[in-house]
C-alpha cells in the first residue's frame, strides 16, 4: 500500500522546483483543501478513490471537472462531457489545455462493443522540409525547433473536438463551449499551479508582446493565487467557433490571426494549410495482457504500439509475484521498456507516410523473441541493444483526461501544445498560445529531442506529415466491459506511466487512486538509466545498481487522471496527487 509520506513527496517534488514555493504549496494546499475533503484523496493511511455509479469526470483541473459534470447530471454522453472539459482547459490551463495544439481520444462504445480513435495531432505546414531546423554547421537549432513561430504545426483541436461531438456526441458544439465562453469572458481565480507556471515560464513569455499582455497584468506584474484571470480574445476566438464550427477557427478572423502571427517572424503556417487541416478516425492499437483487451493509440502515436509490446514481453514473467516496485521487477519493466524505445527510434512515424510494423511490434510472437534476450539478473547495456526487426510489415507539457457516462461510452483523451506553454508565442488578438510541435519530429535522424528521444527516417520532417507523439489514451476491457480508462502527460514518459497504471491494477491489484499514485519508474533505452520517483526505496535502488543499472532520481514523472470500473457497474476515479488541481468527481 502507498505509504502518504510518499504521496506527500511527490506533490513537493512537482512543486519544487522555484524559490518561494513553500509559501505557494501551503497556499495551493489551503485552496485544495475542500477538493480533498470532497473528493478524498487521502483517508489516513489508505488511497481512496472516487466513487460513483452513474458517471464519472478525472481531469487535471477542477474547473473542467465540474463543468464536464454537469454534462452528464443533465444527460450527455461521456463524448459531450469531454469535449466540454477540453475546452474549458484551453481556458483554465493554458500550459497545456489548448486550441492552439492537438492531441488523441479513444472512445469505447461498449454497447455495440467498438472502439475508435480520433487523430487531431497537428501536422507540419506545407512549406516545411527535412532540414528545416539544422542551423549552417549542420547541427539542430533548438531555438528554432522549440520557441519559434516555425515550431508550430498546423493546429487540430478544434477539427478534432467538433469531429468527435458531430459523430458521436448529442449536444451542439456552441452548447460545449458554454461553460468555456463564461470562463474565459467573465475570468476565474487562479489557484497556485497557475501563477507558479506562469512564474517558471516568465522570461520566454516576456519577451513576446502578445503572451506578455495576456499573462501578465497591465503593470507588468504576476498574477497571484486569487487573483481574477479574464481573457477576453480567447472568449471572442471561442464564440467565433460556437457561430461558425471549425470554420470559425480555420478560415476568417481567427485564422487570419494565426497567419499575422507567423508573418512576424518566419512562421510556415497558411491559410491553406489551416483550410485544409483534416482530423482522422483511426483503428486503435489492440492488444491482449493477461487476459484483458487493451486499446490504445495507433500511430502517428507511438503510444498504442509499445504499451502492447511491453506488456506482451512482460506477460512471460511473473511480475505479481516478484511484487510492486520490487527491484525484481523493475528490472524486468526496464529491460522490455529499452527493447521498445530502442525499436521507436527506427521504425515510427506517421503511417500516412511511412510503413510501420504495428502488427510485428504487438505481436506475441516478436515479444517472445524480445523476452529470450533478457537475463533476469543482469541489465543489458542500452549500446548492445539496436532496434530488432518486428517483421512483418503491414500496409513536460500534455493533459490527460477520463470520462464514463451512464450509457456505457469511455473517453480516454490526451491533448497537447508540446512544453508546457507550446512554444511560449501568443497569437495577438486570438489568445492561445501556439504549439511547438515541430520538435516533436525528428529534426536530425539520431539526434535527440526535447525529451532525450532519438528518432528516424520515419520520423523525418515532410509537408503535411504529423510529427510522431508518444500520447496513450487508453482503454482496457475486461469481458467486453470498460474497465480502465487512462492516460497521461509526460513526454517520452507517457508510455511507462500509463503502462505502470495499468499494470498497478491488473497485476498488483491496487485499487485506482493508489494506482495512480504510485511511485513510477522510467526507462527509455537511450540514455541508458532507470528513472525513478521519490518513494522507490533506496534497498531496491541499491539491488537494481548491483544488476547493473543506473538509476536516477527525478521529478514526478507524468499526471494520470484515470477511472476503474467494478464488475457490478462501480465507477471508480483516481485523480493524479502529482498536481494540485486534478480532481476527480463523479455522481
Ligand atoms: N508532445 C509530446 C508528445 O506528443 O509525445
Do not use: C
Request: proline residues 5%; aromatic residues 6%; hydrophobic residues 40%.
Amino acid at each position: 500500500m502507498l505509504k502518504v509520506r510518499a504521496i506527500r513527496s511527490l506533490i513537493k517534488q512537482s512543486t519544487a522546483a522555484s524559490p518561494g514555493r513553500l509559501l505557494t504549496l501551503l497556499t495551493a494546499l489551503f485552496v485544495a483543501a475542500p477538493l480533498l475533503a470532497r473528493e478524498a484523496i487521502l483517508e489516513g493511511d489508505r488511497a481512496v478513490p472516487t466513487e460513483a455509479r452513474n458517471g464519472m469526470v478525472v481531469t487535471s483541473h477542477y474547473l473542467a471537472t465540474d463543468e464536464a459534470l454537469k454534462v452528464l447530471e443533465q444527460g450527455g454522453n461521456a463524448v459531450d462531457a469531454a469535449v466540454t472539459a477540453a475546452f474549458a482547459l484551453a481556458v483554465t490551463q493554458p500550459r497545456s489545455g489548448n486550441i492552439g495544439g492537438g492531441g488523441f481520444m479513444l472512445i469505447s462504445f461498449e454497447q455495440r462493443d467498438e472502439v475508435v480513435a480520433i487523430d487531431y495531432r497537428e501536422k507540419a505546414p506545407a512549406a516545411a522540409s527535412r532540414d528545416m531546423f539544422l542551423g549552417t554547421d549542420g547541427n539542430v537549432d533548438e531555438a528554432l525547433s522549440r520557441y519559434s513561430r516555425k515550431s508550430a504545426g498546423v493546429p487540430g483541436t478544434v477539427a478534432g473536438l467538433a469531429l468527435a461531438l458531430e459523430r458521436y456526441g448529442t449536444i451542439s458544439l456552441a452548447k460545449a463551449l458554454e461553460p468555456a465562453i463564461r470562463l474565459a469572458q467573465e475570468g476565474f481565480r487562479v489557484p497556485p499551479r497557475f501563477s507558479d507556471g506562469i512564474e517558471n515560464a516568465a522570461d520566454r513569455m516576456r519577451q513576446h508582446e502578445s503572451s506578455r499582455k495576456v499573462f501578465f497584468k497591465p503593470d507588468g506584474s504576476s498574477y497571484e493565487p486569487g487573483d481574477l484571470f479574464v481573457q477576453k480574445d480567447l472568449a471572442a476566438t471561442l464564440r467565433r467557433i460556437a457561430e461558425q464550427g471549425s470554420r470559425g477557427f480555420y478560415e476568417g478572423r481567427t485564422a487570419d490571426l494565426i497567419v499575422e502571427e507567423m508573418q512576424r517572424g518566419g512562421g510556415l503556417i497558411t491559410l491553406e494549410d489551416l483550410k485544409s487541416y483534416r482530423p482522422v478516425v483511426r483503428r486503435p492499437v489492440h492488444g491482449s495482457y493477461r487476459g484483458y483487451d487493451i486499446y490504445s493509440m495507433s500511430p502517428p502515436s507511438s503510444g498504442g504500439a509499445h504499451i502492447v509490446q511491453i506488456l506482451n514481453i512482460l506477460e512471460g514473467f511473473p511480475v505479481a509475484s516478484t511484487g510492486h516496485n520490487s527491484a525484481a521487477t523493475i528490472h524486468l519493466m526496464a529491460e522490455a521498456m529499452k527493447r521498445a524505445y530502442a525499436d521507436r527510434s527506427k521504425y515510427l512515424g506517421d503511417s500516412d507516410f511511412v510503413q510501420v510494423p504495428i502488427k510485428g511490434l504487438t505481436s506475441k510472437a516478436y515479444a517472445e523473441k524480445l523476452r529470450g534476450s533478457i537475463n533476469q539478473e543482469r541489465a543489458s547495456a542500452s549500446a548492445t541493444l539496436l532496434p530488432d526487426n518486428p517483421v512483418p510489415y503491414e500496409s513536460n507539457e500534455t493533459t490527460h483526461f477520463s470520462v464514463m457516462d451512464r450509457f456505457g461510452n469511455a473517453v480516454s483523451n490526451t491533448y497537447t501544445i508540446n512544453f508546457s506553454y507550446g512554444s511560449h508565442i501568443l497569437v495577438d488578438g486570438a489568445g492561445f498560445l501556439l504549439n511547438n510541435e515541430m520538435d516533436d519530429f525528428s529534426a536530425k535522424p539520431g539526434v535527440a529531442n526535447a525529451y532525450g528521444l532519438i528518432g528516424g527516417d520515419a520520423n523525418s520532417i515532410e509537408p503535411n506529415k504529423r510529427m510522431l507523439s508518444s500520447m496513450s489514451p487508453t482503454i482496457v476491457k475486461r469481458a467486453g466491459k470498460n474497465f480502465l480508462i487512462t492516460g497521461s502527460p509526460g513526454g517520452s514518459r507517457i508510455i511507462t506511466t500509463t503502462l505502470q497504471v495499468l499494470m498497478n491494477v491488473i497485476d498488483h491489484r491496487l485499487n485506482i487512486q493508489a494506482a495512480v499514485n504510485a511511485p513510477r519508474v522510467h526507462h527509455q533505452w537511450l540514455p541508458d538509466e532507470i528513472r525513478i520517483e521519490e518513494g522507490i526505496s533506496p534497498d531496491t535502488v541499491r539491488l537494481l545498481e548491483q544488476m547493473g543499472h543506473t538509476v536516477t532520481r527525478r521529478p514526478a514523472m507524468g499526471a494520470s487522471q484515470s477511472i476503474m470500473v467494478d464488475a457490478d457497474g462501480t465507477l471508480y476515479g483516481g485523480a493524479d496527487p502529482r498536481l494540485s488541481t486534478s480532481s476527480a468527481r463523479g455522481f
